[in-house]
């Protein structure tokens, strides 16, 4: 059983212990003491880190786990250490004390929420940059809901209540009344309460700053469902909330400075920039349709005439999906006209409804003289994965209409 220090004082960052237990693996080690002020994590708080510093070694201390018995688990630097010699512990505080005002910050959260929502906080996790914690609302909750939440939390935060910390080996009855949460039934005594001016008493087993207005201040980061029943809300206290803040400003101003016109907000510069890309779009299809009409006059004037039929063959530069686009388009505003287009790999062969051919039954010619797959319907064939070049395919193509067309008309 280890002594928990950071339970008598959680704002001891420095102290002596003695080693109980040694296990090296390789460069890493994991020691056990007699007392010790690193958090093992649990709660939803994360582990402390830190330094255990002895005579001709250090452990740079990584995590930290356990109940009764607290294991500090970390890189190993000079010799290994030995049971019961004496060792430094050294807390990194700013990650501790971030961790402490996190923490107090949720117990003033959840006791705010539940009195203007009446939900319960059924989880709570504390990360490096942001904590999260679950609330059991399947009811809808306003932006301006989570504004008034925020706006009650701070000022309990600015009003600089006292938390403090009561232990008992059995809770009196009108205590258990006031809880916000009950006791699990895998806590065994000592039951630790944590009770926040007239805001919170609820039973923790974490570490908490002794004054609210420690915590700073509090900001929600983000709402969303996270499931029918649960609610996931994400905020930030402390130091973390001002970085948290200063990472979307500096997002903010990067973008805006981006923008064609710098002036805020960045939601108006961003319709703007939709507006400009529709009309961009809306231009790019005018031209297209008119390319589309030269093109098929060009093509036209080339065509080979087979009973009756214009048969249009050209080896296309465009991506398939364009040529494609143009081949429906082109068949369908000239009667009596075929269309083959062969591009990088590909091969359309389209037909004016009026024109007595299958292009799938042309289609399967084709691959079955240059190989590769294709399918489509009687007036629209599309073919890939050849050996050969379109230039070849092409050839190939027309002969086979050739062949048809001429056999129809004689
Ligand atoms: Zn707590």
Redesign the pocket.
Known sequence: MTEKLFYRDPYLREAKAKITGVEVKGKRVRLTLDRTIFYPEG?G?PSDRGRIEGNGFAVRVEKVTGKDEVFHEGSLKGRTPEVGEEVRLLLDWEWRYENMRA??G??VLSAVIKGLQGAETTGFQIFPEYNKIEIDYPGELKWEDVLEIERKTNEVIWGDLPVEVEVYGELPDELKALLRKDVSSKVKPPIRI?RIGTVDV?P?????VKSTGEIGFLKVIRVYRKSRKLLRIEFATGVRALKYLNGLLEDYWNALNKMPNKNRPLVERVEELKGEIEGLEAEKDSLRRELWEWKAKALLKDAEEIGGVRVVAHVESSPMKDAQAFSINFVDKNPETVVILAGQNYVILAKNRGVGLDMREVLREVLSRVGGGGGGSETLARGGGFKERPEKVLEVALGAIRERLGRASS
């Open positions: 709660g708080q923490h107090t949720q117990h944590v609820t923790c087993g974490g570490t908490h």
